[in-house]
Nanobody, 129 residues
Framework: HLQLVESGGGWVQPGGSLRLSCAASGFTLDYRDIGWFRQAPGKEREGVSCISAFGGHTNYADSVKGRFTVSRDSDNNTVYLEMNSLKPEDTAVYFC??????????????????????WGRGTQVTVSS
């Protein structure tokens, strides 16, 4: 069964940290751009971060720069999103998504249309005191 599964969400106090995982089954995350998106209640889904298929290039939304780090673990076919200094406004459902197979060396873009191959169902992150 081909799927992406996010995990690692939960409740954390402001200033805390979480590490989200995006694990693939049935296909490889190699040779694909991987993106992280989030959707807060009553808001549209927005791009958070992405990591390019090649070169380890990363991209971040201004709202999370310096606090979030995306990384790839090819041995475990997993992509991570390390989230530090969390704020209440980071509360959302977080989704990971994979592009189709690519040989492009370009920087990934945090646009949903760039990640048409696979989407996970999301994991809830709640930041509150």
């Amino acid at each position: 069964h081909l799927q992406l599964v996010e995990s690692g969400g939960g409740w954390v106090q402001p200033g805390g940290s979480l590490r989200l995982s995006c694990a693939a089954s049935g296909f490889t995350l190699d040779y694909r751009d991987i993106g992280w998106f989030r959707q807060a209640p009553g808001k549209e889904r927005e791009g958070v971060s992405c990591i390019s298929a090649f070169g380890g290039h990363t991209n971040y939304a201004d709202s999370v720069k310096g606090r979030f780090t995306v990384s790839r673990d090819s041995d475990n076919n997993t992509v991570y999103l390390e989230m530090n200094s969390l704020k209440p406004e980071d509360t959302a459902v977080y989704f990971c998504a994979a592009s189709g197979l690519t040989i492009s060396l370009s920087m990934c873009l945090m646009r949903e249309e760039s990640f048409s191959a696979y989407w996970g169902r999301g994991t809830q992150v709640t930041v509150s005191s």
